[in-house]
């Protein structure tokens, strides 16, 4: 069981915009910045948003991030089939002390 | 540019050890600490720990105590992840990933190394 809590899965077409929410407590997200990792099949992660909603250059601008509270969010809007892969949420937890993921959502691109 | 390298796939038996390379390369090796990543088989990301690349210092997450240990060579720009007394459980992708720094002191893992199979099976 995963201290940030993610939907196991999601799916658009493409052109949509898909939303992925990452839930936590005060003790990770609600005290720590979040930031979203996309792994594509076969690949190692891959640094997609850092600070809750900066992008790191060379991503794209389809995909957001935001935070409110103890959650956060992932956008990508402007759906497309290399979108397809596995996204992580992540901080740190200071009640743990250690970095803690969320347990990734499968983006499928119908 | 920045890159981490890591060793090649692994098959071992169960009680031996292995060894995991991590090579950086495009910055000055030890700025920027570094961290130990596992993904069992179909699972998510498990935080293991890091080392602190400057003092050689690890910190390992609960549940990584023990068998592991991280190690560097700072001569070749290279951390060490090794394991002893292997389980079938330890089966899994490990990754090495930089730190990184933002503005606002906020981190995130930043670039991360391509992964090392490790298999435990007799």
């Known amino acids: 069981q995963s201290v940030l809590t993610q939907p196991p899965s999601a799916s658009g077409t493409p052109g949509q915009r898909v939303i992925i929410s990452c839930s936590g407590s005060s003790s990770n997200i609600g005290s720590y910045a979040v930031n979203w990792y996309q792994q594509l099949p076969g690949t190692a992660p891959k640094l997609l948003i850092y600070?809750?909603?900066q992008r790191p250059s060379g991503v794209p601008d389809r995909f957001s991030g935001s935070k409110s509270g103890t959650s956060a969010s992932l956008d990508i809007s402007g759906l497309q089939s290399e979108d397809e892969a596995d996204y992580y949420c992540a901080t740190w937890d200071d009640s743990l002390n250690v970095w803690v993921f969320g347990g990734g959502t499968k983006l499928t691109v119908l | 540019q920045v890159q981490l390298v890591q060793s090649g796939s692994e098959l071992k038996k169960p009680g031996a050890s292995v060894k995991v390379s991590c090579k950086a390369s495009?910055?000055?090796?030890?700025?920027?600490?570094l961290n130990w990543v596992r993904q069992a088989p179909g699972q998510g990301l498990e935080w293991m720990g890091w080392?602190?690349?400057?003092?050689?210092?690890?910190t390992y997450a609960q549940g990584f105590t023990g068998r592991f240990v991280f190690s560097l060579d700072t001569s070749v720009s290279t951390a060490y992840l090794q394991i002893s007394s292997l389980k079938a459980e330890d089966t899994a992708v490990y990754y090495c990933a930089r730190i990184r720094y933002s503005g606002s002191n906020d981190k995130s893992f930043d670039p991360w190394g391509q992964g090392t199979l490790v298999t435990v099976s007799s």
């Open positions: 600070s809750n909603n």
């Open positions: 080392i602190n690349t400057n003092t050689g210092n690890p």
């Open positions: 495009g910055y000055t090796f030890s700025t920027y600490n």
